[in-house]
């Protein structure tokens, strides 16, 4: 397979491309933006590995690489790049300014991306599209997370009108939505609250990346009849 990562040189998108790329059947692009050192330790760790250099605040840098798409003959794109906090703090204490700039980020290029790969899906009747959201759009969203959690709810959103209007073409879109891990975007959470985390979690431990990789692994793998369906990786906490 022909997979594509967004930011999968470092954090969940590191162990994803890792996962995947153990694989020697699959061809693993990755774009990467401030991580070119790890981008060079995986394509030299695997051979079947490509790293796309690719700032998502940069729009003419996000176009060239939609229009890359078409070339490189996807089987599968996976929506896992994500810049900015985890945790800001109370909403009325958010400038609005802030919204308006990571939705840009975070949400614009998945747009352009996706539309992109869905024009080239189409033509080949196949395709598979993956987007890591959050756990906290199946609970109550932490103190903190507007920015975050809005985004992802957007994204959630498109996630289900992509499954509904590409069923036809043999094209699935599905997503992830972990709890928290300890990963770059969340090393400035404060280590009470992960304690507490912990503690509330069933499994009382904090969820790893590579548990999640392994979801995206299983969903780039699945049966076609798997479509527009969330998978929440909480350890059941919180059950509705």
């Known amino acids: 397979m022909k997979i594509l990562i967004t ?22 692009y990755f774009t990467f933006s401030q991580s070119s050192a790890k981008a060079q330790q995986l394509e030299a760790e695997f051979n079947n590995t ?39 703090t ?24 996706t539309q992109a790969a869905i024009n080239s899906f189409r033509k080949q009747k196949s395709g598979k599209i993956i987007t890591v959201l959050t756990s906290a759009l199946a609970d109550v969203p932490p103190v903190g997370s507007a920015v975050y959690t809005s985004n992802k709810a957007y994204l959630a959103k498109l996630t289900e009108v992509w499954a509904h209007e590409n069923a036809k073409f043999n094209i699935t879109s599905n997503s992830v939505s972990p709890a928290f891990m300890e990963t770059a975007m969340t090393s400035g959470t404060d280590e009470r609250i992960k304690e507490q985390m912990i503690e509330s979690n069933p499994a009382k431990r904090l969820l790893t990346t590579e548990e999640v990789a392994e979801a995206v692994a299983f969903l780039v793998n699945d049966t076609t009849q798997i479509n527009g369906k969330d998978f929440v990786i909480n350890a059941g906490d919180k059950l509705k």
Do not use: W
Request: proline letters at 1%; aromatic letters at 8%; one cysteine or more.
């Open 50 to 88: 490509i790293a796309l250099a690719c700032d998502f605040a940069d729009e003419k840098a996000v176009e060239t690489l939609a229009q890359k798409i078409a070339e490189l003959k996807l089987d599968v794109l996976v929506h896992n790049a994500y810049s900015g906090d985890y945790l800001k």
């Open 7 to 28: 930011g999968g040189a470092s954090g969940l998108g590191e162990s994803i491309t890792r996962t995947l790329a153990k694989n020697s059947s699959n061809t693993v």
């Open 90 to 113: 109370h909403f009325h204490k958010i400038e609005t300014g802030n919204f308006l700039t990571d939705f840009k980020v975070n949400v614009m290029p998945v747009v352009a991306l």
